[in-house]
C-alpha cells in the first residue's frame, strides 16, 4: 500500500507500532508523526508518541501531546487510561508530583487496579501532603483492602483520626494490633 503512494492514518500508525515492537524507535516516531499529520486528532498515535518521548527524555513534550490526546476522549473513561497514565510518568518525570498524584487519582477513580500499589501509595502520600485527605485516604482504604503493610495503615488510621472520624480510625487500630507483625510498630 505504500508503494502505491497510499497515506492511511491507521496504516501508518500500524507501521508506528511495528517499528516500536522491533526496537526501532527512530523509525516508529516518524510514523507517529507522520500519523499525527494526517490527522491531528489520531488518539492512538498521540498516545504512542507521548509513550516515546517520555523514554527518550521528552516529558515536556509528551505533556502536550498526551494532553491532546485526553481531549479526544471521555478524560473519565477506560479509553483515556493510556494517557492518563503516561501523563502521570510525565509529571513525574518533570517533577510535578502533585500534577501526578492528581492524575494518578483520575486513574484510580476509573480503574481501581491499573496502577501499581506503589504508585497508589506515593500518590496517597503527596495528597495527604497537599492537604487533600480525603483522597489520600479513599486510596489507602483501598490498599488496605489489598493487603497494605502496617506504615500504610498506620498513616489511614491517623488520617481518619485527624479527620475526626475516631470510630473509623479505632478500627483500623484493631486491625493493625490484630496483625501480629504490627503489633509492635503501632503507635
Known amino acids: 500500500m505504500l508503494g502505491q503512494g497510499q497515506r492511511h492514518e491507521d496504516l501508518t500508525n500500524l507501521l508506528g507500532l511495528a517499528t516500536l515492537l522491533q526496537d526501532r524507535r527512530d523509525e516508529a516516531e516518524r510514523w507517529f508523526r507522520e500519523t499525527v499529520t494526517i490527522n491531528p486528532r489520531h488518539y492512538r498515535s498521540l498516545v504512542n508518541l507521548g509513550g516515546l518521548c517520555l523514554t527518550t527524555g521528552r516529558p515536556e513534550e509528551a505533556v502536550q501531546l498526551l494532553s491532546r490526546a485526553i481531549e479526544l476522549t471521555d478524560p473519565n473513561s477506560s479509553e483515556a487510561l493510556a494517557a492518563l497514565t503516561n501523563l502521570t510518568l510525565a509529571n513525574q518525570q518533570l517533577g510535578r508530583p502533585m500534577d501526578a498524584a492528581q492524575l494518578a487519582l483520575r486513574i484510580f477513580r476509573i480503574k481501581p487496579d491499573h496502577l501499581r500499589p506503589e504508585s497508589l501509595a ?66
Open 122 to 187: 506515593s500518590a496517597s502520600q503527596t495528597l495527604e501532603e497537599m492537604g487533600d485527605d480525603q483522597s489520600a485516604i479513599e486510596l489507602l482504604q483501598y490498599l488496605r483492602g489489598r493487603g497494605a503493610g502496617p506504615e500504610l495503615i498506620r498513616r489511614l488510621a491517623q488520617l481518619l483520626e485527624r479527620r475526626g472520624d475516631f470510630q473509623q480510625a479505632a478500627m483500623v487500630y484493631r486491625d493493625l494490633l490484630a496483625n501480629p507483625g504490627a503489633a509492635t510498630q503501632a503507635p
